[in-house]
């Protein structure tokens, strides 16, 4: 079957379908299985699945989608231009803004992240679910429910003490019942005021078939001190975690080894060209990664320089040398990765994985490597926290 033919066909339709679907019904018309596609492309199922439903809630950041797009067209024999233009299509409407343009680096040089490019810590690298990171979202509900319901009943017992203070204020006898003894009155006289509550109102002609009972006069009480209201507590304002720039995350500790040395067979070593092996210092870190079984995305800080995002495409691949090297991968399992010019391997069962270079800096560092702020840009682990606590200080103040 010619499979170019058939996708020209299919685009003569007037009906524009989301990438998902296009990439889901040319998948389907040559008869290859979604996990033939995952074991070609290296690609992890679940993504794949996210990816055919245009779930782009369910998926990493553009940078990684972009290239899943490419890697899948690929094996499918379809237009890189043709899937890429179905994809931000489908991206303005279903996320209903424009599909983030990507300006990789492959250089070592600083260079500050694009601010569109989210970040790929997103993606739990400690091989959880990604679920996993709404955890937070319970805690911080019921935290501000407990306030709003503590602050509710101190207005309404507040109100309540207000107005019985303000009934007490008078200079009117109290209008609780005052039980007085009999005595003779003049026929002229008032009624005696009791707590027993008469069947019927009390008239003159009731009072003078009763005995003579003498009037007693009820002096005026001395208004009652005013009951000074407590002070209230001064209250904090909630912290509206809309409008951090460092909204709270969670952070682990790395407990496992990251990697560990392999042997490979010969085409694997050829990857480690002459040239590369002659970078090779024995008094920094070294690590050469090749995107040898597909396309592969990384973001990496070697010392002090910034973060920075690179995308390989098959067979390419990038060196970087430095006294300390932290990175965190997509797709790592289409790479070959040689540290000190040896093979190690990085498993995990997501394709996403993050590497610290020495081995002995990795209980230094936490996950993720590299969390995004709401501002669009990477922070390593300790300085998102540092910031996250002082942002927290500034908010409760």
Same mark, same amino acid.
């Given at each position: 079957m010619n499979h170019e033919s058939k996708s020209t066909h299919h685009e003569n339709s007037t009906t524009v379908v989301h990438i998902g679907d296009y990439l889901k019904r040319e998948r389907e018309a040559i008869k290859v299985s979604i996990e033939k596609v995952s074991q070609?492309?290296?690609?992890?199922?679940?993504?794949?699945?996210?990816?055919?439903?245009?779930?782009?809630k369910s998926l990493p950041s553009p940078a990684y989608v972009k290239g899943f797009v490419l890697s899948y067209a690929r094996v499918l024999g379809l237009s890189p231009e043709d899937v890429i233009n179905?994809?931000?299509?489908?991206?303005?409407?279903?996320?209903?803004?424009?599909?983030?343009?990507?300006?990789?680096?492959k250089n070592t040089e600083p260079l500050?992240?694009?601010?569109?490019?989210?970040?790929?810590?997103?993606?739990?690298?400690?091989?959880?679910?990604?679920?996993?990171?709404?955890?937070?979202?319970?805690?911080?509900?019921?935290?501000?429910?407990?306030?709003?319901?503590?602050? *509710?009943?101190?207005? !309404?017992?507040?109100?309540?003490?207000? /107005?019985? $203070?303000?009934s007490t204020q008078t200079d009117e006898v109290p209008t609780a019942p005052i039980t007085v003894e009999a005595?003779?009155?003049?026929?002229?006289?008032?009624?005696?005021?009791?707590?027993?509550?008469?069947?019927?109102?009390?008239?003159?002609?009731?009072i003078k078939d009763e005995a003579p009972k003498e009037v007693v006069k009820v002096p005026k009480t001395a208004p009652p001190q005013p009951v000074l209201e407590a002070a209230k507590p001064e209250e904090k304002p909630a912290i509206n975690l809309a409008k951090r720039i460092f909204p709270p995350k969670d952070f682990r500790k790395i407990n496992l080894k990251l990697f560990a040395y392999q042997d490979g067979d010969e085409a694997t070593m050829s990857l480690l060209n002459e040239e590369t092996k002659s970078k090779f210092d024995g008094?920094?870190?070294?690590?050469?990664?090749?995107?040898?079984? *597909?396309?592969?995305? !990384?973001?990496?800080?070697?010392?002090? /320089?910034? $973060?920075?995002s690179v995308s390989l495409k098959k067979g390419e691949g990038i060196f970087l040398q430095g006294k300390k090297v932290l990175m965190f991968f997509g797709n790592v399992k289409a790479t070959r990765i040689f540290y000190q010019n040896k093979l190690i391997d990085a498993p995990t069962p997501t394709g996403f994985k993050s590497l610290i270079f020495p081995e002995s800096e990795t209980k230094k560092h936490m996950l993720?490597?590299?969390?995004?702020?709401?501002?669009?840009?990477?922070?390593?682990?300790e300085e998102y926290i540092q910031r996250m606590t002082e942002e927290e200080k500034q908010v409760s103040n």
């Open positions: 070609k492309t290296k690609i992890n199922l679940n993504i794949l699945k996210s990816l055919e439903a245009n779930d782009f179905k994809l931000e299509y489908s991206y303005l409407t279903i996320v209903g803004k424009p599909f983030p343009a990507l300006n990789h680096s500050q992240i694009n601010p569109e490019l989210n970040d790929p810590a997103k993606v739990l690298e400690d091989e959880k679910k990604i679920e996993s990171r709404k955890k937070l979202v319970l805690p911080v509900t019921l935290g501000i429910s407990v306030v709003v319901g503590v602050v *509710g009943l101190y207005n !309404l017992l507040t109100g309540t003490i207000k /107005k019985e $203070i303000k005595q003779p009155v003049s026929e002229t006289t008032a009624p005696v005021v009791t707590d027993a509550v008469p069947d019927k109102p009390v008239t003159t002609e009731a008094n920094q870190e070294n690590v050469y990664i090749n995107a040898a079984d *597909g396309d592969t995305w !990384l973001s990496y800080k070697v010392d002090d /320089k910034k $973060i920075q993720p490597l590299f969390p995004k702020a709401s501002n669009d840009m990477l922070y390593t682990a």
